[in-house]
């Protein structure tokens, strides 16, 4: 598993590869209301912005399918109080290239 923070106010983690079938965790250390997830395309990504764990094809989850371009997904994160962080958590059966961002009010 791959975790990455982004501290408050910077925009997000860009670029990492995902590990096939491990969930990678980004963590804002601020609570956000949206955030983009941005795939290269080559394989679906699934993914979840509540803290809980995503699994490949899970009907829990988020998806970005493999289109073999660019693609972008934006996701509102529920609120739920007290929580001080936003988790986005992302797994997929191969290894596409992505980024997370927070989504600019």
Not at 22 to 40: K, P, Y
Not at 73 to 81: A, D, I, K
Request: with cysteine.
């Amino acid at each position: 598993m791959a975790k990455y923070t982004v501290p408050d106010n910077n925009l997000g983690a860009y670029k990492k590869k995902a590990a096939a079938a491990t969930v990678d965790e980004v963590t804002f250390t601020d609570t956000l209301r949206a955030v983009e997830v941005t795939s290269d395309g080559t394989s679906e990504i699934y993914f979840t912005v509540d803290g809980s764990t995503p699994t490949v094809g899970g009907s829990n989850c988020h998806e970005i399918p493999a289109t073999g371009g660019t693609v972008v997904r934006t996701v509102t994160v529920p609120s739920t109080s007290p929580r001080k962080v936003t988790v986005v958590k992302l797994i997929s059966a191969a290894t596409p290239t992505y980024s997370v961002a927070r989504v600019s009010e």
